[in-house]
């Protein structure tokens, strides 16, 4: 291994962070909102889109978290919802990602044993089952305990901008 390899540098020190921001931007993701409770009982969310499907059997989920209000709930309770927006829900994801829309009233429902936005495309109740850190980001791994989806189209996220999905023929 040579030196800069050992210092943790390697191939990903010869990527412009530009061009890989650009790059990944280019993989089309949907929206998904994490919930979960704080100190008072109160629900907390986050927007995320690296909400990621890893196997089927056992239904099993991941997120990767950079630190923050989320992550350390998660890392205490040791579980999570994730909602999936629909297409009229972009103000939700501006919300819960720290820019706040005065107007919007968000409503939980526990359908099963977490809380989860009551109008959401689907709906997942999410129990870790290991933490991977991976530089400056956390990857919950999960196993899903319940779920359950509802009608409607996704909100989608594309070159850092929402889009509509067109639904190919
Ligand atoms: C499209 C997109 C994708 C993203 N993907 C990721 C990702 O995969 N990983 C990642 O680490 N970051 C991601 N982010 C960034 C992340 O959403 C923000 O950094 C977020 O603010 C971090 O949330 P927090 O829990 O750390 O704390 P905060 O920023 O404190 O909380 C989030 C916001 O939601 C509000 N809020 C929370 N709960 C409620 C409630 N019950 N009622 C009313 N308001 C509430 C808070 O007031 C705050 O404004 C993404 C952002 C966007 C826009």
């Not at 993989?27 to 889109?49: R, S, W, Y």
């Not at 829900?89 to 968000?106: I, T």
């Not at 959401?120 to 991977?132: D, S």
Request: hydrophobic residues 35%; neutral net charge; charged residues 20%.
């Amino acid at each position: 291994m040579s030196n800069r390899e050992a210092e943790g540098g390697g191939a990903t020190r010869r990527v412009d962070p530009d061009a890989f921001r650009k790059s990944v931007s280019m993989f089309a993701t949907g929206i998904v909102v994490l919930t979960c409770e704080d100190d008072d009982g109160k629900v907390h969310g986050m927007t995320v889109n690296s909400f990621t499907s890893v196997s089927l059997d056992p239904p099993t989920v991941l997120v990767s978290l950079k630190p923050g209000k989320a992550h350390r709930l998660i890392s205490r309770n040791g579980r999570y919802g994730a909602c999936i927006l629909n297409e009229g829900q972009q103000s939700f994801s501006a919300h819960f990602s720290g820019r706040p829309q005065e107007a919007l009233r968000p409503d939980f429902v526990v359908r099963e044993q977490l809380p989860t936005l009551s109008n959401c495309l689907a709906w997942f109740e999410c129990e870790t089952v290991e933490k991977v850190q991976i530089h400056d980001h956390t990857l919950f791994v999960a196993q899903v305990t319940a779920c359950g989806s509802e009608g409607g189209a996704p909100l989608m996220f594309y070159g850092s901008r929402y889009h509509r999905a067109a639904i190919a023929a």
